[in-house]
Antibody
């Protein structure tokens, strides 16, 4: 069964760095790509970036200067780090599977940026 | 970036009715269009990919169509469990982008 699960702190101080982990099961990170998608409350999703199955990365140009995505295939984990957080970075952060259409999503991690 | 414009933003329909949601891309996306359903408090789930292919396990009352810049999602015989927000997403060009969503409610 394909599963993705996000974990990380729910509260981040402004200007600090967000670190999230996506732990996957039921598929291999060397066969499928994993993306990070975020969604502010009441708004549409925003694709942030992707870890390709071959280890390459792709980023949304709007976030590229603040965002880093990496992985540990031995632990079946994909990591997101985003620095200089502001209040408009508040929302739910999802990891998803797929190179085009995203056919599996995690439950989401709620992140609030506040002092 | 490719802009995705969904309409309507909200929709109220009766059980058994047929509803259609539209999605307009700012440029040709060559059918690289997916539709997602998001129930309250849940993560989005893939319904349709490549404009008209039904994802595994999705009821056949859902269908997708379109080409070029114009796409639509149709729900036949609306059921109570279809109350959700629906999003379109293009995966033709990076960054992938989503529509603003259509909130479907029961009348």
């Amino acid at each position: 069964q394909v599963q993705l699960k996000e974990s990380g702190p729910g509260l981040v101080q402004p200007s600090e760095t967000l670190s999230l982990t996506c732990t996957v099961s039921g598929f291999s990170l060397t066969s499928y790509s994993v993306s990070w998608v975020r969604q502010p409350s009441g708004k549409g999703p925003e694709w942030m970036g992707r870890m390709w199955y071959d280890g390459d990365t792709a980023y949304n140009s709007a976030l590229k200067s603040r965002l880093s995505i990496s992985r540990d295939t031995s632990k079946n984990q994909v990591f997101l780090k985003m620095n200089s957080l502001q209040t408009d970075d508040t929302g739910t952060y999802y990891c998803t599977r797929g190179e085009g259409p995203m056919d599996a999503w995690g439950q989401g991690a709620s992140v609030t940026v506040s002092s | 970036d490719i802009q995705m414009t969904q309409s309507p933003a909200s929709l109220s329909a009766s059980l058994g009715e047929t509803v259609t949601i539209e999605c307009l891309a700012s440029e040709d996306i060559y059918s690289n269009l997916a539709w997602y359903q998001q129930k309250p408090g849940k993560s989005p789930q893939l319904l349709i990919y490549y404009a008209n292919s039904l994802n595994d396990g999705v009821p056949s009352r859902f269908s997708g169509s379109g080409s070029g810049t114009q796409y639509s999602l149709k729900i036949n015989s609306l059921q109570s469990e279809d109350v959700s927000i629906y999003f379109c997403q293009q995966n033709y060009d990076s960054p992938w982008t989503f529509g603003g969503g259509t909130k479907l409610e029961l009348k």
